[in-house]
């Protein structure tokens, strides 16, 4: 029996043998039973659950060298983790990027295992600095180390729990505090809670609470007292769960990061602001995306506009409902059975359609489509055709047949965006310039189903649980890796789809987005679903397909402001909803959050009722009407704040506490952010609500009806002392001029308040 699980000794003191006959078989009833009750409990148990084994490793060598530290420390004899095989030697690294950002990497000294490739653009400094704020302290056995500010205070320590590198599983801890955030995508609080949250891209709604969602980031921020910020950011692209447990300690807890693959590659960032951890983190991968200004403006789209003649009549209501629309979408109802690159000869002509896109275009507006990643098998289909004959899609684990899938065309294929050379960019590139010319001028795509997604469970035709990719010792979340996508045994030419899988929406976008900018020669607008840290370079987001709730209204807040942390600040919800139908006072109230974002959409489903902002009372029209206004009266500003965040790495929207962390009662707001540092939103999200419990921070606030009718007198006076100073009469005719527009405008916001409406108040 093994040690681990103890041991059963019975000593029979007897000479009766109907005694002992008597005692051997009801001893075998009591060993069956036992073993009955024990495969049903591995039967039923959590397979996810590690046994309680503690590898050991002890550090062999450790030396200082220029840039830090080199080392390697060896497995003991008689430990191990609890899925083997282990990885015996391990090779300590540790650099800085510079005196703020600090670098652990471990690996396998014997064999190379996989890495993140080419996300990081930062390189290792060749020397140390000087004064860094944080230096590691080592344990050599077990092997363990610490990271500590140069105040004193520990920041990251794992020689309280152990630590496990095998093959298939591997885990790393750390005791952290209670005011944590990140570790994205899912659908909860802003602040962590002590849960298991899992890492694996996923085609699931965001009506899922708890469950992994599109995109995966593996970056926690942490404030500690007097508001001192740190970050960490494991560089691993493989499904992993990060758990928050409890200890016996108040005020901590207990941090682990659990990945089933990779290697253990961590970064760490010394803040001391939250918005210096952010502006630290994202300086990794380079510029965030900056969207050209018309991004900005409104968005209306919906999975269910089955004509052309329709989504022109959607934008003809708009202009006859003086609703400002910058940007008209469709859904996959455009394409010919559902194929990328076609339009539907019946109900999207050509000719109609590309005289739809020159109208928008002649009257500024804009217009985007969505591209899904599966490829129709199809012979004759040319995008097909021409992959297939490139070697570009997906292979099964021989590496040659091309994994088979079913998604809205019916069986289909996946381009494989990691294929050396260029090759599967400039196809893609040439199948978007094609459409381009000979479809609609469409100014931007939306890039859908890549995590990537799949009807079936694995592939369609084979059955991979008997591989070890598809059937893991320890499964993140519980759930079959393989469901809903497709065999991560699958191979694409610089590995296995099991350490890939969450980098096929990076890899996509950036592909998506050069080929645009190759097309129209100017910035574009990539909207994609699946998301992996630095997709904010090339795309925005929007949070999925989440549902006409309430709740799902307050969750699109902490979602929003995780992916500004995350470095994707072109990001929003589906306003009104997605899924359901949504009601007139849901919709009123999602328009209002709705024209914070900064991404701002109407989209729904086939199946609900319409929700443009026409189609309820002349109540909801003045609301929306009202929200579009301002939203646009602030586009400068939020043109600004892009600017910022693509130079300086800054956010957004953000969290009260990025501006107060001094202040706790900041901590787990989420039903309130900032956009930029000097604007409050505070919005109902309570049905049946006509006030708000609002939390202001000490500082001096100013309503945004005070703050116009401020700005007012002070234009007014300046004009005033100017025309006092140089006694011009063109001063005055300016001053009369200046007058008229201010009060003109404050005329046309307070006629659009009226005091009947608790709505509107």
């Not at 890492?199 to 899922?208: A, E, H, I, W, Y």
């Not at 400002?324 to 996959?332: A, C, G, K, Q, S």
């Amino acid at each position: 029996i093994n040690a681990e699980y103890g041991a059963l000794f019975i000593l029979v003191m007897t000479t009766n043998t109907t005694q002992i006959q008597h005692f051997r078989t009801a001893f075998l009833f009591f060993l069956q039973t036992l073993l009955l009750i024990s495969s049903i409990g591995f039967a039923f148990g959590d397979p996810t659950t590690p046994l309680n084994s503690t590898p050991i490793y002890q550090v062999q060598t450790l030396t200082t060298v220029a840039g830090g530290y080199d080392g390697y420390a060896l497995l003991q004899d008689g430990t191990h983790g609890p899925y083997p095989p282990d990885i015996h030697n391990i090779t300590i690294r540790q650099r800085y990027i510079n005196s703020n950002i600090l670098h652990i990497k471990l690996s396998d000294s014997n064999n190379q295992r996989y890495e993140v490739p080419n996300i990081v653009k930062l390189q290792d400094a060749q020397r140390a600095p000087v004064d860094p704020v944080l230096n590691v302290k080592w344990t050599n056995s077990p092997f363990g180390f610490a990271v500590v500010r140069s105040n004193g205070d520990t920041i990251f320590n794992t020689t309280t729990s152990r630590l496990v590198f095998e093959d298939q599983y591997l885990e790393l801890s750390s005791i952290v505090g209670e005011n944590l955030f990140g570790v994205g995508e899912h659908a909860n609080a802003l602040r962590l809670e002590q849960k298991t949250y899992t890492l694996f891209n996923k085609d699931v709604g965001s009506v899922s609470p708890d469950r992994n969602l599109y995109g995966s980031h593996p970056f926690y921020l942490e404030i500690r007292e007097k508001g001192i910020c740190h970050g960490v950011f494991l560089l691993n692209s493989n499904a992993m769960d990060v758990t928050i447990t409890g200890t016996t300690q108040p005020n901590e807890q207990l941090l682990s990061f659990k990945p089933i693959g990779g290697i253990f590659d961590l970064y760490l960032f010394s803040g001391s602001s939250p918005a210096d951890v952010i502006s630290q983190y994202l300086s990794l991968f380079g510029p965030i995306y900056m969207p050209p200004y018309w991004a900005l403006g409104w968005h209306q789209c919906r999975y269910g506009y089955h004509s052309i003649q329709e989504t022109k009549q959607v934008v003809q209501n708009y202009s006859l409902n003086n609703l400002p629309l910058d940007t008209m979408w469709n859904d996959i109802d455009y394409m010919n059975q559902y194929r990328d690159f076609t339009l539907d000869p019946e109900h999207f002509p050509v000719s109609d359609v590309q005289a739809f896109v020159d109208s928008l275009h002649q009257n500024g507006q804009h217009y985007i489509i969505i591209v899904d990643p599966g490829i129709k098998v199809e012979t004759g289909y040319a995008p097909y055709d021409e992959a297939l004959e490139l070697e570009l899609f997906i292979t099964e684990p021989d590496g040659v047949t091309p994994l088979l899938g079913y998604v809205w065309p019916g069986l289909t294929n996946y381009p494989d965006f990691t294929k050396p050379n260029d090759m599967a960019l400039d196809w893609w590139s040439k199948q978007i310039t094609k459409f381009h010319e000979e479809g609609p001028a469409f100014d931007g795509l939306w890039i859908d189903m890549n995590e990537v997604s799949n009807f079936c469970t694995g592939e369609c035709n084979i059955d991979g649980s008997s591989s070890k990719f598809d059937n893991p010792p320890y499964v993140p979340g519980g759930v079959p890796l393989n469901q809903t996508t497709i065999n991560l045994s699958s191979l694409q030419s610089i590995g296995t789809v099991y350490d890939l899988h969450n980098l096929y929406g990076l890899h996509e976008s950036n592909a998506t987005r050069i080929s645009l900018e190759r097309l129209r020669g100017k910035r574009a607008v990539v909207i994609s679903r699946s998301n992996y840290p630095a997709s904010g370079t090339h795309s925005g987001h929007w949070l999925g397909d989440n549902t006409s709730t309430f709740d799902d209204m307050y969750q699109s807040i902490p979602g929003i402001l995780a992916m500004n942390m995350f470095g994707i600040p072109l990001v929003g919800a589906d306003i009104c909803g997605f899924h359901g139908n949504t009601t007139e006072e849901l919709c009123s109230r999602w328009m209002q959050l709705g024209s914070f974002y900064p991404f701002s959409r109407n989209h729904n489903d086939i199946n609900g009722n319409p929700q443009e902002p026409y189609v309820f009372s002349s109540q909801h029209t003045d609301i929306s009407r009202a929200a579009l206004f301002n939203r646009y009266s602030l586009l400068p500003y939020y043109y600004t704040l892009f600017y910022n965040a693509h130079i300086k790495g800054t956010t957004v929207v953000r969290p009260l506490f990025f501006e107060f962390p001094t202040d706790q009662n900041t901590y787990p707001i989420d039903t309130q952010f900032l956009v930029g540092s000097g604007l409050l939103v505070s919005p109902v999200l309570k049905q049946g609500a006509t006030t708000v419990n609002a939390y202001f921070p000490s500082a001096r606030w100013f309503s945004s009806l005070l703050s116009l009718l401020s700005l007012l007198s002070l234009l007014s006076l300046l004009s005033l002392l100017s025309l006092l100073s140089l006694l011009s009469l063109l001063s005055l005719f300016s001053l009369l001029f200046c007058l008229l527009l201010h009060f003109s405008a404050l005329s046309s916001l307070l006629s659009a308040f009226p005091s009947s409406s608790s709505l509107l108040r």
